[in-house]
């Protein structure tokens, strides 16, 4: 029983020893899985931020220019002074680094002022959004058009404009810069995201003006109708994963609106990528948590089997101290232990016990005409005719001593188990084992049979010892009959 018991607690503290390692192990992964994605997020909330600060920087800048040329437009002195000298007046100042034309477009939407030359270009933008927007809405402000072809250079881009009012407050042309799509690109295209990193510029009603990786045909596609996108439309900032409709890689996006300006800007990490490294240690860790866990395992498995081994090994001990070698009956200690049981059992239940006491006849005298080890032969044989004659799953049958058996019968009365101790008597003799300093020329037995009701009173020891006595009756009265108290 201390044995279980100390089985079923190594048992429960291995199992919560491996629980405890498994629950660490999980702690550790998504600790280090959060604290990548943290690490993620907040590079890309700052990178977001930086962009976003460059570009109300630049559009600011673009913003002032116009807010100056319109200035200059306005006043009626300018248009007094010789061409030269009016266009250096509003253009000296601009540079096309980052712009490809800085013009001044009358109500008809005809060039009348060109950044690049004293004499204008010639042509007209009267069909064009970014000029249509300021006819007949006087408080537009800036506005940011959708990627087009510039009809002067025939390059991509998108064009910044602002109304011109007349004193009245009527309409009197736009003054208009353009940026090419290749400078949106040029501030983009030198951060390194990784592998599957994304940046992108939008227009507030989800337009793509810029992104990379660059896809040519992409730039100018409506995207406000995907969920990514109609997401980041729905607040100034934020963050959040998705897969893109562009290339299906599946990211975590951070977005902020650019202020002041109808932009939208946009970085992301590839969610697999970024976390490939947390992958292959978790890869690890895993196989370490396995391998331990297995180790508590076998070590609990081999000890488990060095438990069972050494418990089979202690009952086989205690086995051989309650059998009879010979016979391989249950021997005296053991059938005293049982013969107690039973009596208690009697007890409780008011029924009768009866025992017989089975002693071989003339033992010695064989054993000194045939030798010990047909003696020896002879008790095995007289165990196993007591084992086929008593067979009920209470009974017992043990050797007692020397060449003495005795036998044990809960709940059966004197004549019950006088008539079993007669048919065992019986079934010596047809065993026909020769025996010639036997009176019948056989072996034969004495079969003393005494009974009691151990509710009356008395003990089983004083049951034994009337057997007992009535076996040596039995052989006082001629040897090989029954007897019985």
Same mark, same amino acid.
């Not at 009527?170 to 951060?191: C, E, H, I, Q, W």
């Given at each position: 029983?201390?044995?279980?018991?100390?089985?079923?607690?190594?048992?429960?503290?291995?199992?919560?020893?491996?629980?405890?390692?498994?629950?660490?192990?999980?702690?550790?992964?998504?600790?280090?899985?959060?604290?990548?994605?943290?690490?993620?997020?907040?590079?890309?909330?700052?990178?977001?931020?930086?962009?976003?600060?460059?570009?109300?920087?630049?559009?600011?800048?673009?913003?002032?220019?116009?807010?100056?040329?319109?200035?200059?437009?306005? *006043?009626?002195?300018?248009?007094?002074?010789?061409?030269?000298?009016?266009?250096?007046?509003?253009?000296?100042?601009?540079?096309?680094?980052?712009? %490809?034309?800085?013009?001044?477009?009358?109500?008809?939407?005809?060039?009348?002022?060109?950044?690049?030359?004293?004499?204008?270009?010639?042509?007209?933008?009267?069909?064009?959004?970014?000029?249509?927007?300021?006819?007949?809405?006087?408080?537009?402000?800036?506005?940011?058009?959708?990627?087009?072809?510039?009809?002067?250079?025939?390059?991509?881009?998108?064009?910044?404009?602002?109304?011109?009012?007349?004193?009245?407050?009527?309409?009197?042309?736009?003054?208009?810069?353009?940026?090419?799509?290749?400078?949106?690109?040029?501030?983009?295209?030198?951060?390194?995201?990784?592998?599957?990193?994304?940046?992108?510029?939008?227009?507030?009603?989800?337009?793509?003006?810029?992104?990379?990786?660059?896809?040519?045909?992409?730039?100018?596609?409506?995207?406000?109708?995907?969920?990514?996108?109609?997401?980041?439309?729905?607040?100034?900032?934020? %963050?959040?994963?998705?897969?893109?409709?562009?290339?299906?890689?599946?990211?975590?996006?951070?977005?902020?609106?650019? *202020?002041?300006?109808?932009?939208?800007?946009?970085?992301?990490?590839?969610?697999?990528?970024?976390?490939?490294?947390?992958?292959?240690?978790?890869?690890?860790?895993?196989?370490?948590?396995?391998?331990?866990?297995?180790?508590?395992?076998?070590?609990?498995?081999?000890?488990?089997?060095?438990?069972?081994?050494?418990?089979?090994?202690?009952?086989?001990?205690?086995?051989?101290?309650?059998?009879?070698?010979?016979?391989?009956?249950?021997?005296?200690?053991?059938?005293?232990?049982?013969?107690?049981?039973?009596?208690?059992?009697?007890?409780?239940?008011? %029924?009768?016990?009866?025992?017989?006491?089975?002693?071989?006849?003339?033992?010695?005298?064989?054993?000194?005409?045939?030798?010990?080890?047909?003696?020896?032969?002879?008790?095995?044989?007289?165990?196993?005719?007591?084992?086929?004659?008593?067979?009920?799953?209470?009974?017992?049958?043990?050797?007692?001593?020397?060449?003495?058996?005795?036998?044990?019968?809960?709940?059966?009365?004197?004549?019950?188990?006088?008539?079993?101790?007669?048919?065992?008597?019986?079934?010596?003799?047809?065993?026909?084992?020769?025996?010639?300093?036997?009176?019948?020329?056989?072996?034969?037995? %004495?079969?003393?049979?005494?009974?009691?009701?151990?509710?009356?009173?008395?003990?089983?020891?004083?049951?034994?010892?009337?057997?007992?006595?009535?076996?040596?009756?039995?052989?006082?009265?001629?040897?090989?009959?029954?007897?019985?108290?």
């Amino acid at each position: 029983m201390k044995e279980l018991i100390r089985r079923h607690y190594l048992s429960l503290g291995i199992g919560i020893v491996v629980t405890a390692i498994v629950a660490l192990s999980s702690m550790i992964a998504v600790r280090d899985r959060d604290a990548i994605h943290q690490r993620a997020q907040d590079s890309s909330r700052n990178l977001v931020i930086l962009l976003s600060r460059d570009l109300s920087t630049d559009f600011e800048a673009l913003d002032t220019l116009l807010a100056g040329i319109i200035k200059g437009a306005n *006043d009626p002195a300018t248009w007094e002074m010789a061409p030269e000298l009016r266009h250096r007046l509003l253009f000296s100042h601009v540079t096309f680094s980052d712009i %490809s034309a800085v013009l001044l477009v009358n109500t008809n939407g005809d060039i009348v002022m060109d950044g690049k030359s004293v004499v204008p270009r010639s042509a007209n933008f009267s069909d064009r959004e970014w000029f249509r927007a300021h006819i007949g809405d006087a408080d537009v402000g800036l506005y940011v058009s959708h990627p087009l072809r510039n009809r002067l250079t025939g390059t991509m881009g998108i064009v910044l404009s602002r109304r011109i009012s007349q004193p009245d407050g009527s309409f009197g042309g736009v003054a208009a810069v353009t940026v090419p799509l290749s400078a949106l690109y040029d501030r983009v295209k030198a951060l390194d995201l990784g592998k599957g990193g994304d940046v992108t510029i939008l227009r507030d009603d989800g337009t793509l003006l810029a992104r990379k990786p660059l896809v040519a045909e992409e730039i100018g596609r409506d995207l406000s109708r995907t969920p990514n996108v109609r997401r980041a439309m729905m607040r100034e900032a934020g %963050s959040f994963g998705g897969t893109s409709v562009l290339d299906g890689v599946r990211r975590h996006y951070t977005f902020k609106r650019v *202020d002041g300006f109808p932009l939208i800007l946009s970085v992301s990490y590839a969610v697999d990528e970024v976390m490939a490294p947390w992958r292959h240690g978790i890869a690890l860790l895993a196989s370490v948590t396995l391998l331990i866990c297995l180790s508590l395992v076998l070590l609990l498995l081999m000890f488990r089997r060095e438990l069972r081994l050494r418990q089979e090994a202690q009952a086989r001990v205690e086995n051989l101290a309650r059998t009879d070698e010979l016979t391989s009956l249950p021997n005296r200690r053991a059938f005293r232990e049982r013969a107690a049981r039973i009596w208690q059992a009697a007890c409780r239940d008011r %029924s009768a016990v009866s025992a017989m006491f089975m002693d071989a006849d003339c033992f010695k005298k064989y054993n000194d005409h045939y030798g010990h080890g047909k003696g020896d032969e002879l008790l095995r044989k007289l165990a196993e005719t007591l084992k086929a004659r008593v067979r009920r799953a209470g009974d017992m049958v043990a050797r007692y001593g020397g060449e003495e058996f005795v036998v044990i019968l809960p709940g059966t009365g004197i004549d019950d188990a006088a008539k079993m101790a007669e048919d065992i008597r019986q079934a010596v003799m047809g065993m026909n084992v020769p025996h010639v300093q036997n009176g019948p020329g056989v072996a034969t037995v %004495s079969i003393g049979v005494a009974s009691a009701e151990p509710w009356t009173g008395g003990d089983c020891d004083a049951l034994l010892r009337d057997a007992d006595a009535a076996m040596y009756r039995a052989k006082e009265s001629g040897r090989n009959r029954v007897c019985r108290v």
